[in-house]
């Protein structure tokens, strides 16, 4: 990608790391300095993302979000200087072989669109929703609650795709899609992408990441054993009180449970999220709009069935339904699956190939695999891939370690704030 030349000054590394913070922001970007610091409030992919990249070379997590010819344009409004050298430190094996492996797949149109997967899923969902709307005109309450939780995993999933921009590769074309998901999903695609773009830039930080950030309910590691402070929520995450300390030691057996109102969750940030101020607020009326128009078309749809019993039935089993389905996104590590299952999973069972290139269409995840395994087998990494149910063993089991761990704290247990 070619970044326009910042004029002025040469910037050292170490004169870089002190411009580290939200209220004197610079990042370096290939190679050139940038003053973000107001430019921060106006960024699309949000303050706080660059807030993450504040003080450092930026320039990885820069290319991982495609970036068109007008944030280039922008950049040269705040352009302080040049870095003394191209790179801090030396480029490690690493990420000479992502880079490597990359241009092997872009020369093997792997990060081309394949639109007919899109326009079969498209009419798949497209028949799944009209099954839907005739089982709840013939009374079929049951199987009309199961098709449409499935239904809504798979939007959930497109969602995911138009969340990285894969479908259209335009941002402002993708949430156009977007809002359509929003519609018919009942949640905002908009708050998922904001949660999801801070996942990728900061995976698995306990303060930064909000993918893992689920107290009271959950710890995923003892990190969580100390009231931590989320910049995503800005906000204390409380371990330190009785209701806490219960429901995490006890986690591992109110997971699956806790699976059946997921869809609830969905409900709450959406709402949290177009009411927040303060947050990336594009596209925000047509998003309020469709979030509406979900609860109108859905409420309207259980209102067809003529008895409360019905109703009720028809809106449990979707919504508790949808959560066990989802169970898939629980794993977040890779899932072996055969391909015909693919469809299911969404991409999502190649957790490594997707972190690694986001950017990749999902269709073509598979194919990446081959080239993804050998570049951690020769860099010594381990590929580690279980079957759907052994990686939902797994989650159980490192919840089982964290809340034995919970219940062994002892009493003078000290915070460290
Ligand atoms: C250096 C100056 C930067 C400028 C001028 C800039 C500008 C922009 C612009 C104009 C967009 C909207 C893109 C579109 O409409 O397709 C955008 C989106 C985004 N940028 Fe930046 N950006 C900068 C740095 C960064 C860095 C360092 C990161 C990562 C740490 C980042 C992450 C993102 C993300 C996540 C999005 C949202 C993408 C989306 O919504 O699909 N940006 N940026």
């Not at 913070?21 to 050139?32: K, Q």
């Not at 880079?99 to 007919?116: C, D, H, P, T």
């Not at 969602?159 to 949430?175: A, M």
């Not at 609830?264 to 177009?274: E, N, P, V």
Request: hydrophobic share 45%; charged share 15%.
């Amino acid at each position: 990608m070619c970044i326009p030349a910042a004029t002025g000054r040469p910037v050292t590394w170490k004169e870089l790391k002190l411009h580290a913070t939200a209220e004197d922001l610079w990042v370096a970007v290939n190679g050139r300095a940038y003053d973000l610091t107001e430019y921060q409030h106006l960024h699309p992919g949000s303050a706080l993302i660059l807030q993450h990249v504040a003080g450092t070379d930026a320039s990885e997590a820069f290319q991982a979000f495609k970036h068109p010819t007008s944030a280039r344009l922008t950049m040269l409004k705040y352009g302080v200087g040049f870095m003394e050298s191209a790179r801090e430190k030396p480029r490690t094996d690493a990420a000479q072989q992502l880079i490597q492996v990359r241009s092997k797949m872009e020369a093997a149109g792997l990060f081309r669109v394949n639109y007919w997967n899109y326009v079969v899923l498209a009419a798949g969902l497209a028949v799944a929703f009209i099954a839907v709307l005739l089982c709840v005109k013939e009374r079929w309450v049951v199987p009309g609650a199961l098709l449409l939780s499935l239904f809504w995993q798979q939007l959930a999933l497109v969602g995911h795709d138009v969340g990285h921009n894969q479908i259209l590769r335009t941002r402002s074309l993708d949430s156009m899609i977007g809002i359509g998901i929003t519609l018919f999903l009942g949640a905002s695609v908009q708050w998922w992408k904001y949660n999801h773009n801070t996942h990728h830039v900061t995976p698995n930080s306990s303060e930064h990441d909000p993918d893992i950030q689920h107290l009271p309910f959950f710890a995923l590691s003892n990190q969580f054993f100390r009231n931590l402070r989320s910049t995503f929520y800005q906000a204390t995450m409380v371990f330190d009180n009785a209701v806490t300390k219960m429901m995490i030691s006890v986690q591992h057996y109110t997971f699956l449970p806790m699976m059946l109102v997921a869809r609830f969750g969905f409900y709450a940030m959406s709402t949290f999220h177009l009411l927040a101020k303060g947050r990336p607020a594009i596209y925000k009326p047509f998003e309020v709009a469709a979030f509406l128009g979900f609860f109108t078309w859905y409420l309207a749809l259980c209102f067809c069935l003529p008895t409360w019993t019905e109703r009720i039935l028809f809106f449990v089993i979707s919504h508790a339904c949808f959560g066990i389905i989802n169970l898939q996104m629980a794993a977040t590590n890779n899932v072996s699956c055969p391909e015909w299952m693919d469809w299911f999973h969404g991409g999502l069972q190649y957790q490594i190939e997707h972190h690694l290139y986001p950017d990749l269409p999902r269709h073509h995840l598979r194919a990446a695999s081959a080239y993804v395994r050998p570049m951690c087998a020769k860099l010594g990494i381990k590929y580690h891939s279980p079957t759907f149910f052994q990686a939902i063993g797994e989650v159980l089991g490192a919840l089982k370690v964290v809340a034995s761990q919970a219940r062994n704290l002892p009493k003078e247990h000290v915070l460290v704030k």
